[in-house]
C-alpha cells in the first residue's frame, strides 16, 4: 500500500551477539548495495533514452545547477530577482499574462531603461493573450512596453490553426480557447532557465500552486530560448499602430486562420527542423561531477509532432511493466487535472512492477470551482474521470498496488503536473519530469506543450526534488470509495455524456 514514502531501507537483523564493528560493516555493505542498485538503475534509464529513435537532444549538467522551488512567492521574486540581473536576454513564454501584473511589467521595464542592449522576447497565447474581461488583457498590458522600447522587445502571439473559417467566426471567446493554445512555459534570463508550468499572473504568484526548477546551464537555456524564437517566428507578432496595437503574421508565414493547411505544413516543417538541428547535440560527461542529464521534449499535436507522448508512453512501460527488476520502484504522477490520455490510463491501471501514486486537485483545488455559467460543471465532469479510473483500477486488480490523492489546501488552487520515479528499495527519486503538459488528451491532441525528463545520481539533487514532492504530498488526502459518496461529489447525469463528448478539451 502506497500510503507515505518511507524515508528509511530495511536492514537485515543483526545477532545480539555481533560486534558494533560487525553491525556498521554489515550496513554500510547493504548501504553500498542499494547505492550500486541505484546506479544501475540510472544507467539503465538513461540507455532508455539514449535508444531512442529517432535521437532526442541530451544535455549534461552537474546536479549542483538544478535547483527546485518550491512555493509560488518564490519563484515569483526568483522571477523579479532574475529580471534585474539579466544582461542579453530575457525570454518568456506562457499562455498569458495577467492584466493587473503592472510590477513584472515595471520591472521589465526598468530592466530595458537600465540597459539598452537587453532584448525580451514574449510569447503567448493568441486567444487568450487578447481576451479582455473588460480591465484589460494581456496584450494591452504590454503594448506600452513594446511602444517605449520597440528595438529591444518582441511580443509574440500563436494561434492555432485548428480554429479558423466558420469555426472562428462563431466560437465565442473563452470557449474558443478548448480548440487549441500555446500551453509551453518557459522562463529564461540570460544562461538561467527556469521551467515550469506556471503562468505569469497573481495566483500564480500566490496561491496557486505548480512546479517551477532553475538550471544555471547556458545550453539548456539555449535550446529552450531556440524554440521560443522558433514558435514567435510561427506567431502573429503585437506591433505599435500609433495609438493602439494590431496583430501581424511574420513575412513568409501563412496565416494560420486564413490559411489553415498552409500554416500547418509551414509550422510542421519548421519545427522538424528545429527539432533536427538540436537532435545532434548528444553532449557527454566531462568528468563523474556531470551526474544529471537532461532530455528537452516537445508535443504539437495540430502540427503532427508527437515527440512527448511517443517517450513518455515508452518510460511509462518501462518503470510501470519491467518485471526484471527486484523488488517494485515507485511512481508519482501528478496533474492539475485528472484526465489521462487512454494509453497513459491503461499503462498506469495495468502496472505490474511498480507502485503508484496519483495527485491531483481536489475539486475545490480545481480554478473553476464555483465559477460562472457551465465551467461550474467542469469540476464534477474531472470527479466522474477519477472515478472511472478508480474503478477500472479496482477491476484491474491493481487496488492496493495505485493509490489517488487529492490536494486540498484551505484558499489554495492546484496547477502541478510531474513525474518522479524512486527506484525499488530507495527512498529518493532519479527521475522526474517538468513542464507544461497534464498527461491529458488536450496536452496530446490540441495544445503546444514544452517538457523535460530528468536523470540525475547526484545525492543533493535527488534529496531536494523528494522535498519537492512532500511539500505537494503534505496538502493531498486519500482518495477512497467513500470520497465518490459524499453529498457534494454527486455528479448530475448529463455531465457524464458531456464529459465524454469534450474530453479532449479538458
Same mark, same amino acid.
Given at each position: 500500500?502506497?500510503?507515505?514514502?518511507?524515508?528509511?531501507?530495511?536492514?537485515?537483523?543483526?545477532?545480539?551477539?555481533?560486534?558494533?564493528?560487525?553491525?556498521?560493516?554489515?550496513?554500510?555493505?547493504?548501504?553500498? !548495495?542499494?547505492? *550500486?542498485?541505484?546506479?544501475?538503475?540510472?544507467?539503465?534509464?538513461?540507455?532508455?533514452?539514449?535508444?531512442?529513435?529517432?535521437?532526442?537532444?541530451?544535455?549534461?549538467?552537474?546536479? +549542483?545547477?538544478?535547483? %527546485?522551488?518550491?512555493?509560488?512567492?518564490?519563484?515569483?521574486?526568483?522571477? !523579479?530577482?532574475?529580471?534585474?540581473?539579466?544582461?542579453?536576454?530575457?525570454?518568456?513564454?506562457?499562455?498569458?499574462?495577467?492584466?493587473?501584473? @503592472?510590477?513584472?511589467?515595471?520591472?521589465?521595464?526598468?530592466?530595458?531603461?537600465?540597459?539598452?542592449?537587453?532584448?525580451?522576447?514574449?510569447?503567448?497565447?493568441?486567444?487568450?493573450?487578447?481576451?479582455?474581461?473588460?480591465?484589460?488583457?494581456?496584450?494591452?498590458?504590454?503594448?506600452?512596453?513594446?511602444?517605449?522600447?520597440?528595438?529591444?522587445?518582441?511580443?509574440?502571439?500563436?494561434?492555432?490553426?485548428?480554429?479558423?473559417?466558420?469555426?472562428?467566426?462563431?466560437? %465565442?471567446?473563452?470557449?474558443?480557447?478548448?480548440?487549441?493554445?500555446?500551453?509551453?512555459?518557459?522562463?529564461?534570463?540570460?544562461?538561467?532557465?527556469?521551467?515550469?508550468?506556471?503562468?505569469?499572473?497573481?495566483?500564480?504568484?500566490?496561491?496557486?500552486?505548480?512546479?517551477?526548477?532553475?538550471?544555471?546551464? !547556458?545550453?539548456?537555456?539555449?535550446?529552450?530560448?531556440?524554440?521560443?524564437?522558433?514558435?514567435?517566428?510561427?506567431?502573429?507578432?503585437?506591433?505599435?499602430?500609433?495609438?493602439?496595437?494590431?496583430?501581424?503574421?511574420? @513575412?513568409? #508565414? %501563412?496565416?494560420?486562420?486564413?490559411?489553415?493547411?498552409?500554416?500547418? !505544413?509551414?509550422?510542421?516543417?519548421?519545427?522538424?527542423?528545429?527539432?533536427?538541428?538540436?537532435?545532434?547535440? *548528444? *553532449?557527454?560527461?566531462?568528468?563523474?561531477?556531470?551526474?544529471?542529464t537532461l532530455y528537452p521534449l516537445i508535443q504539437m499535436g495540430p502540427l503532427g509532432i508527437r515527440q512527448d507522448e511517443r517517450v513518455t508512453l515508452s518510460v511509462l512501460d518501462h518503470v510501470l511493466h519491467d518485471q526484471e527488476l527486484k523488488g517494485s520502484a515507485k #511512481?508519482?504522477?501528478?496533474?492539475?487535472?485528472?484526465?489521462?490520455?487512454?494509453?497513459?490510463?491503461?499503462?498506469?491501471?495495468?502496472?505490474?512492477?511498480?507502485?503508484?501514486?496519483?495527485?491531483?486537485?481536489?475539486?475545490?483545488?480545481?480554478?473553476?470551482?464555483?465559477?460562472a455559467g457551465i465551467s461550474k460543471y467542469i469540476p464534477p465532469a474531472y470527479t466522474l474521470i477519477e472515478q472511472r479510473f478508480f474503478n477500472d483500477a479496482k477491476a484491474a486488480g491493481n487496488a492496493e498496488r495505485i493509490k489517488i490523492e487529492e490536494y486540498a489546501r484551505?484558499?489554495?488552487?492546484?496547477?502541478?503536473?510531474?513525474?518522479?520515479?524512486?527506484?525499488?528499495?530507495?527512498?529518493?527519486?532519479?527521475?522526474?519530469?517538468?513542464?507544461?503538459? @497534464?498527461?491529458?488528451?488536450?496536452?496530446?491532441?490540441?495544445?503546444? +506543450?514544452? *517538457?523535460?525528463?530528468?536523470?540525475?545520481?547526484?545525492?543533493?539533487?535527488?534529496?531536494?526534488?523528494?522535498?519537492?514532492?512532500?511539500?505537494?504530498?503534505?496538502?493531498?488526502?486519500?482518495?477512497? +470509495?467513500?470520497?465518490?459518496?459524499?453529498? +457534494?461529489?454527486?455528479?448530475?447525469?448529463? #455531465?457524464?455524456?458531456?464529459?465524454?463528448?469534450?474530453?479532449?478539451?479538458?
Amino acid at each position: 500500500m502506497l500510503a507515505t514514502i518511507h524515508p528509511l531501507r530495511s536492514v537485515a537483523p543483526v545477532a545480539k551477539t555481533a560486534s558494533m564493528g560487525t553491525c556498521v560493516r554489515l550496513l554500510a555493505t547493504q548501504t553500498a !548495495k542499494a547505492r *550500486q542498485s541505484d546506479e544501475d538503475y540510472v544507467a539503465k534509464t538513461r540507455q532508455l533514452f539514449h535508444d531512442n529513435r529517432p535521437p532526442l537532444p541530451r544535455f549534461v549538467v552537474q546536479g +549542483e545547477t538544478v535547483k %527546485p522551488i518550491l512555493s509560488p512567492s518564490k519563484f515569483y521574486s526568483e522571477m !523579479k530577482d532574475h529580471i534585474k540581473k539579466a544582461q542579453k536576454s530575457i525570454t518568456l513564454a506562457a499562455l498569458y499574462l495577467g492584466h493587473t501584473e @503592472n510590477d513584472l511589467v515595471e520591472a521589465l521595464s526598468e530592466a530595458l531603461r537600465s540597459r539598452p542592449g537587453l532584448k525580451v522576447n514574449l510569447l503567448l497565447d493568441s486567444l487568450r493573450g487578447t481576451r479582455d474581461s473588460g480591465k484589460g488583457s494581456s496584450a494591452s498590458l504590454l503594448y506600452p512596453l513594446l511602444k517605449a522600447h520597440p528595438d529591444q522587445v518582441r511580443i509574440s502571439m500563436y494561434h492555432t490553426p485548428d480554429l479558423s473559417g466558420l469555426l472562428k467566426q462563431v466560437m %465565442p471567446p473563452r470557449f474558443n480557447e478548448g480548440i487549441g493554445l500555446m500551453h509551453m512555459k518557459v522562463y529564461a534570463f540570460d544562461d538561467t532557465l527556469i521551467m515550469s508550468g506556471a503562468n505569469m499572473s497573481h495566483d500564480y504568484f500566490t496561491n496557486r500552486q505548480d512546479r517551477y526548477v532553475m538550471f544555471k546551464n !547556458k545550453d539548456i537555456s539555449a535550446y529552450y530560448c531556440d524554440l521560443v524564437k522558433v514558435v514567435s517566428d510561427l506567431s502573429y507578432g503585437l506591433q505599435d499602430k500609433g495609438d493602439t496595437f494590431h496583430l501581424k503574421i511574420g @513575412n513568409g #508565414v %501563412p496565416d494560420p486562420v486564413e490559411q489553415s493547411k498552409a500554416f500547418k !505544413k509551414h509550422a510542421t516543417k519548421t519545427i522538424r527542423a528545429f527539432m533536427k538541428k538540436w537532435a545532434s547535440v *548528444q *553532449q557527454v560527461p566531462d568528468d563523474a561531477s556531470y551526474d544529471t542529464t537532461l532530455y528537452p521534449l516537445i508535443q504539437m499535436g495540430p502540427l503532427g509532432i508527437r515527440q512527448d507522448e511517443r517517450v513518455t508512453l515508452s518510460v511509462l512501460d518501462h518503470v510501470l511493466h519491467d518485471q526484471e527488476l527486484k523488488g517494485s520502484a515507485k #511512481v508519482f504522477i501528478t496533474s492539475g487535472y485528472f484526465n489521462f490520455e487512454k494509453r497513459y490510463s491503461q499503462s498506469i491501471i495495468h502496472a505490474k512492477a511498480a507502485n503508484v501514486g496519483l495527485i491531483a486537485a481536489s475539486p475545490e483545488a480545481n480554478g473553476f470551482f464555483n465559477s460562472a455559467g457551465i465551467s461550474k460543471y467542469i469540476p464534477p465532469a474531472y470527479t466522474l474521470i477519477e472515478q472511472r479510473f478508480f474503478n477500472d483500477a479496482k477491476a484491474a486488480g491493481n487496488a492496493e498496488r495505485i493509490k489517488i490523492e487529492e490536494y486540498a489546501r484551505k484558499g489554495w488552487t492546484y496547477h502541478a503536473k510531474g513525474l518522479w520515479v524512486y527506484p525499488p528499495h530507495s527512498d529518493l527519486p532519479v527521475m522526474t519530469t517538468i513542464g507544461s503538459p @497534464n498527461f491529458g488528451y488536450r496536452s496530446i491532441v490540441r495544445d503546444l +506543450e514544452a *517538457q523535460l525528463f530528468l536523470v540525475t545520481s547526484n545525492l543533493g539533487l535527488r534529496k531536494s526534488l523528494h522535498e519537492e514532492l512532500t511539500s505537494l504530498r503534505k496538502y493531498a488526502y486519500p482518495v477512497t +470509495e467513500e470520497t465518490f459518496k459524499a453529498p +457534494e461529489r454527486q455528479v448530475p447525469v448529463w #455531465v457524464g455524456g458531456a464529459s465524454r463528448a469534450i474530453r479532449t478539451m479538458l
